[in-house]
């Protein structure tokens, strides 16, 4: 290994979230560059098929080691993080509850870095975080959002429990490189999108009262393949010189809105959808949220202005920093990759890719 990675191939890394739908292919790609001393942490209940694919694929199933337990005991955490030197951390909340988040994103990211300093050879961790941790209320329609945007300082008011349990993870992160020497990385990937992953991401649109709306659909999406993405992580995971970067993961070609739902429902079953301009959404979004504060929340205030923005005001995105850092490059092009994507989907209309 060149003195440019940190890591041997004969260090053991940790890998959270393993089974999940960006981890599987994390798992896969370091069994493709040669890595063999692997643990993998599921937990007790996880559908295990994605990841025993990968392993059957690469006959690794003797030397890659399933973990079973859950991020929450720090007894587990102990059990995995054990004389590991680098984690690539995954695992997160997704759950709609604001506790539920902050449980298993925030509290569980807080016991495994505790774990690691304890217990093991850190030699980095790769945290995995979003998008969702910004917040473009400040910026332009069509300018710049990279590393350098600010952070989303009212996730309660956005309604985006996810979004929180990001921050409160990024937050703890940062607080440990600082106080306990953590050797970490953060990357926040965009829109991972590819085989597996079969509903639409709220960027496109998003159902309502039996239609599904797509905001504007001129903005461009910050899409990244997951395979890109993945390999992305990997190489954060390895790289020299880049403790306590934060790097942004979109791939090139970006689409726009309405090109990606153009492709998708040519592919999939015919749904009904409609396209409202930004200033409609936004100012629907208004006036759903003050229903929603004077009539005390007999709604929930799934639409408001920090969503809408977030998710349709449209900016522009940069890869620049982490192709800079990592030597990252999209390992596969946007038009290969929306072809694996849609390919997923059957065109006889049984499915319902809208379901989630
Ligand atoms: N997908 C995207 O578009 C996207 C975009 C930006 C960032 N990300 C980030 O990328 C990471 C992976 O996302 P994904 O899309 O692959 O999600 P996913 O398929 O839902 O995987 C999440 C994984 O976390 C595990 N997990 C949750 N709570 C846990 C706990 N307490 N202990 C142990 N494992 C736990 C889940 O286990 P079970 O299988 O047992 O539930 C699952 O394997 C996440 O950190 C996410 O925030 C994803």
Redesign the pocket.
């Known amino acids: 290994m060149s003195s440019e990675y940190i890591a041997l191939a004969s260090d053991r890394i940790l890998v959270?979230?393993?089974?999940?739908?960006?981890?599987?292919?994390v798992v896969e790609i370091l069994l493709g560059y040669g890595y063999r001393n692997i643990r993998c942490?599921?937990?007790?209940?996880?559908?295990l098929d994605r990841l025993e694919k990968v392993l059957s694929q690469f006959d690794a199933g003797k030397d890659v080691a399933l973990v079973t337990?859950?991020?929450?005991?720090p007894t587990?955490c102990r059990k995995a993080a054990e004389g590991v030197s680098v984690i690539y951390?995954?695992?997160?909340?997704?759950e709609k509850s604001f506790a539920g988040a902050f449980?298993?994103?925030a509290?569980?990211t807080r016991n495994l870095m505790d774990a690691f300093l304890r217990f093991a050879k850190p030699k980095r961790f790769v945290?995995?975080?979003?998008?969702?941790v910004y917040s473009n209320l400040a910026l332009k329609r069509g300018a710049l959002l990279d590393e350098n945007c600010p952070l989303e300082d009212a996730p309660q008011e956005r309604f985006d429990a996810?979004g929180f349990?990001?921050l409160k993870?990024e937050e703890l992160v940062k607080e440990y490189g600082e106080v306990h020497n953590l050797p970490y990385v953060i990357?926040?990937?965009?829109?991972?999108?590819g085989p597996?992953?079969r509903e639409l991401?709220g960027r496109v649109g998003t159902s309502a009262f039996g239609l599904f709306v797509q905001v504007s659909g001129t903005q461009s999406l910050p899409l990244?393949y997951?395979d890109n993405?993945a390999e992305a992580?990997v190489l954060a995971g390895f790289k020299a010189g880049i403790d306590s970067e934060i790097l942004n993961?979109v791939d090139d070609e970006l689409l726009t809105g309405q090109q990606f739902l153009k492709a998708y429902k040519d592919k999939t079953k015919s749904f009904i959808s409609v396209r409202i301009p930004y200033v409609v959404g936004y100012t629907m979004s208004l006036l759903w949220e003050k229903y929603c504060q004077r009539s005390k929340n007999q709604l929930p205030p799934a639409f408001n202005r920090r969503r809408c923005s977030a998710e349709w005001k449209g900016n522009r995105y940069s890869n620049q920093k982490l192709k800079e850092r990592l030597g990252w490059k999209p390992r596969v092009p946007m038009e290969r990759a929306m072809e694996a994507f849609l390919s997923q989907f059957t065109s006889n209309g049984n499915d319902d890719p809208l379901k989630r």
């Open positions: 959270t979230g393993s089974n999940g739908f960006i981890g599987t292919r942490f599921v937990r007790p209940s996880s559908r337990g859950d991020l929450l005991s587990d951390h995954l695992a997160a909340g997704m449980m298993n994103s509290l569980a945290n995995v975080s979003s998008f969702a996810y349990g990001k993870q990357l926040r990937p965009g829109y991972v999108f597996g992953k991401n990244t997951v993405c992580i993961v």
